[in-house]
């Protein structure tokens, strides 16, 4: 079944659409100056180049100090395990793998500070970079507000 054409109270009754020609006819567009704005964006993504590189240049070292701890943890239980086999006595290889054990925790709180101070020292970086051009790009306006009212 066909769907029902609709009946002319209901075209009567939607609003008429806007001509566009007649409403931007009275828009007013202050003088702009294109090449501050061009400028204002070629250092918007110039600023977003350089906090991209920096998230992966501190992404990267992350990762290394990572990898590096992961190296260092099998090396500590490589030694453990060596230590253990060849201690002599029950009582000696449960005092080697206690000492592991406090070792290793300690070590372990010790990553993970150092973890979280490698992230918040990345954050704080891309945050200044942001923040800077952020303030530089918010000047840039007042001054082009400025000569625009000036004109």
Excluded: W
């Amino acid at each position: 079944m066909p769907a029902p054409e609709a009946t002319p109270i209901l075209k009567s009754s939607f609003p008429k659409l806007v001509d566009m020609s007649k409403a931007m006819k009275d828009f007013h567009v202050p003088n702009l100056d294109v090449n501050a704005l061009i400028e204002a964006q070629r250092k918007n993504m110039q600023a977003i180049a350089v906090v991209n590189h920096a998230a992966f240049e501190n992404l990267q070292s992350y990762i290394q100090r990572q990898a590096a701890l992961m190296i260092e943890g099998f090396q500590v239980n490589v030694n453990l395990m060596n230590a253990i086999m060849v201690a002599p006595t029950a009582q000696e290889k449960a005092m080697h793998q206690a000492e592991a054990s406090k070792t290793a925790i300690d070590q372990c709180f010790s990553n993970v500070r150092d973890a979280a101070e490698t992230l918040a020292k990345c954050n704080q970086q891309v945050m200044e970079i942001v923040s800077n051009r952020m303030t530089e790009g918010l000047n840039e306006l007042g001054s082009l507000i400025k000569t625009d009212l000036a004109a």
